[in-house]
């Protein structure tokens, strides 16, 4: 026997060998679950978002025609109230007439946290025919991780439950049928070795250590 192996009694080396196969067989449960739960998620949030960015191009095209900046940016805060998104750019605001010579003009809100993941989308705002801006929205990535990490959660707290549980049901069945006949074994042996008057145990067991101390 190696000697970095743990001195485990009987009963410590099935519990850990119990425990270990549950817990790493629910580990990988866990992770294919991940990985099936996001690409289902995936084409839906997708699909939310080109929603949402379709919605807002239409929302801004009389604004955005009429150039009307305070409408825009009251459009692109109904925008920012959405849950998932954290950010509304409406670029290449043409000038009037009368300005000529100015440059496009830009609307921005802005809440997304610094270093956080996002996803950025961008479309036309289109009036008569003509593109009179462009609208870009950023979606926050948490829209698809928050619920996969609540999945998780609510897995991991199975997995706990179903590993003490086994291992309570387990250790009452390793002491009554394994560990209880190894102890009369040994003191049966004791007994023979010192040449000990005693009386014999009746072994109800039928199994293989009933066997064993019947004879």
């Known amino acids: 026997r190696a000697r970095w192996l743990p001195q485990l009694s009987i009963r410590g080396m099935v519990m850990a060998a119990i425990v270990a196969g549950v817990v790493v067989l629910a580990l990988a449960v866990l992770a294919i679950d991940q990985l099936v739960a996001r690409r289902s998620q995936e084409p839906l949030v997708q699909r939310q978002r080109a929603v949402v ?10 604004p955005a025609w009429s150039l009307n900046l305070p409408a825009v940016g009251e459009a692109a805060d109904k925008l920012l109230l959405e849950p998932a998104v954290c950010a509304v750019e409406v670029l ?6 009368g300005e000529v010579g100015k440059s496009p003009k830009t609307v921005h809100r802005d809440r997304c946290l610094p270093g956080a993941n996002s996803t950025r989308l961008e479309a036309p705002v289109v009036a008569e025919g003509q593109t009179v ?3 870009r929205i950023t979606f926050d990535g948490s829209e698809v991780d928050a619920p996969l990490a609540e999945r998780r959660r609510v897995a991991v707290t199975l997995v706990t439950v179903q590993v003490l549980a086994g291992v309570l049901v387990l250790a009452g069945v ?8 190894i102890g009369r074994l040994k003191q049966q042996a004791g007994q023979l070795a010192g040449r000990e008057a005693a009386p014999p145990y009746d072994w109800p067991e039928g199994d293989e250590l009933g066997e064993l101390g019947r004879h």
Do not use: F, I, W, Y
Request: proline residues 7%; glycine residues 8%; charged residues 20%.
């Open 53 to 62: 960015l379709a919605l807002g191009a239409s929302a801004m095209t009389e």
């Open 92 to 97: 290449g605001l043409q000038p009037m007439d």
């Open 133 to 135: 801006a462009r609208l």
């Open 174 to 181: 390793l002491s009554a049928r394994l560990l209880r006949p």
